[in-house]
T-cell receptor, first 114, second 111 residues
């Protein structure tokens, strides 16, 4: 199992550009999550999905969009990149979303918006 | 809503020193708690978790954590750290089917 994979690893965007961060998991997990990590702020939830076709907003969804057309993939879209979106982005998944379930994380995408 | 706070943002230690990282949570009902670790350049991985039973939880790499319900705390400990424990440590608690993370503590272990 590759687990949770993310592409790209690094990206530099200009203000106003758009891009899609890819996330794929091969564990047949139902629940998938996107977080952003900023220094001293921990991880903040952007969007999550409880299954194919179902997505919901997290704590900091503004400026982002997601889709979940398959169980495996959960891409995150930035439509008009802004400097405030400079961050490290992590995708995670878990099987049943129970309170005691461990989340499995991808390696992250470091995004810089200039 | 559940919130999680970690007391220290940065900790610097020498090898063989003892480590204790503080974590407090806000919700007083049934509690599940996690410690995740992020080694330099790597993704987050689970260090240990508490969901019921013995309040003293053993994790990987010699770490342990104690759940103290009366203090709303879940502090992480290691009796003797190694240089390889240099990492960022996150405490987390579930909020429904999501996780709420603390701000993280960066630990630097000097050789």
């Amino acid at each position: 199992n590759a687990g949770v994979t993310q592409t790209p690893k690094f990206r530099i965007l200009k203000i106003g550009q758009s891009m899609t961060l890819q996330c794929t998991q091969d564990m047949n997990h139902n629940y998938m999550y996107w977080y952003r990590q900023d220094p001293g702020m921990g991880l903040k939830l952007i969007y999550y999905s409880v299954g194919a076709g179902i997505t919901d907003k997290g704590e900091v969804p503004n400026g982002y969009n997601v889709s979940r057309s398959t169980t495996e993939d959960f891409p995150l879209r930035l439509e008009l990149a802004a400097p405030s979106q400079t961050s490290v982005y992590f995708c995670a998944s878990t099987n049943r979303g129970r309170a005691s379930d461990e989340q499995f994380f991808g390696p992250g995408t470091r995004l810089t918006v200039l | 809503a559940q919130s999680v706070s970690q007391h220290n943002h940065h900790v610097i230690l020498s090898e063989a020193a003892s480590l204790e990282l503080g974590c407090n949570y806000s919700y007083g009902g049934t509690v599940n708690l996690f410690w995740y670790v992020q080694y330099p350049g790597q993704h987050l991985q689970l260090l240990l978790k508490y969901f019921s039973g013995d309040p003293l939880v053993k994790g990987i790499k010699g770490f342990e954590a104690e759940f103290i319900k009366s203090k709303f705390s879940f502090n992480l400990r290691k009796p003797s750290v190694q240089w390889s424990d240099t990492a960022e440590y996150f405490c987390a608690a579930p909020a429904g089917n999501k996780l709420t993370f603390g701000g993280g503590t960066r630990v630097l272990v000097k050789p």
